[in-house]
């Protein structure tokens, strides 16, 4: 059973500063990986995708991703009131079906305080 | 405008009766997906649909049915709802299967309706 980890939070960030959120994942194979941002009673959407080792940058946004320690990270640069959500770590499989299956994390939930 | 559209948005339906959930994207998409999200658990997937006629299980498939006899839709189908069914319930789909690829129009990014709240009393 494939299994993505996430805090759940809620994380608490002042306005400004750097909220990092976190991701392990269990599947060795797992190859693309997916932050999802969700707010309040509306649907995801997509904000980062990093599929090689390293960091991956998209304006405020930066994707940090560690295959051999099975992690991956979001960081958001000068944190605001509007990115309070909760954010959504989703891992795409390696093998066979499951290469056509995202597995999500449970969430985590931030607060940007102004 | 490119969307995912479902149907219905709300329900409130007892113990028993049959009830489908209408998904249809305008985005030309191979890949479609059922989710339900609950609370504590995160989003699960339910069903996929590579392409027309083609439909495969997910990870809680157990109680529901689906069908892709076209491109654009694909419809979920609970045959006798239980109160365990009431869910959040979200379709989506993207342009391919979720790939490896640096290319943007293949990076699998999954277009999400705007969810379904079902309630099965």
């Known amino acids: 059973q494939k299994e993505v980890e996430q805090n759940s939070g809620p994380l608490s960030v002042p306005e400004g500063a750097i909220a990092s959120l976190n991701c392990t994942y269990s599947?060795?194979?797992?190859?693309?990986f997916f932050w999802y941002r969700q707010y309040s009673g509306k649907s995801p959407e997509l904000i980062m995708f990093i599929y090689s080792n390293g960091d991956k940058e998209d304006g405020r946004f930066t994707a940090q991703l560690n295959k051999a320690s099975q992690y991956v990270s979001l960081l958001i640069r000068d944190s605001q009131p509007s990115d309070s959500a909760t954010y959504l770590c989703?891992?795409?499989?390696?093998w066979g079906a499951g290469s056509y299956q995202l597995t999500f994390g449970k969430g985590t939930k931030l607060s940007v305080i102004p | 405008e490119a969307q995912v559209t479902q149907n219905p948005r709300y329900l409130i339906t007892v113990t028993g009766k049959k009830l489908t959930v209408t998904c249809s994207q305008n985005m030309n998409h191979e890949y479609m997906s059922w989710y339900r999200q609950d609370p504590g658990l995160g989003l699960r997937q339910i069903y996929y649909?590579?392409?027309?006629?083609?439909?495969d299980k997910g990870d809680v498939p157990e109680g529901y049915k689906v069908s892709r006899k076209e491109k654009r839709n694909f419809p979920l189908i609970l045959e006798s709802p239980s109160p365990n069914q009431t869910s959040l319930y979200f379709c989506a789909s993207s342009l391919t299967p979720p790939q490896t690829s640096g290319r943007a129009e293949n990076t699998g990014e999954l277009f999400f309706g705007e969810g379904s709240r079902l309630t099965v009393l």
């Open positions: 649909s590579m392409n027309v006629e083609v439909t």
């Open positions: 599947d060795r194979g797992s190859q693309s």
């Open positions: 989703a891992v795409k499989g390696a």
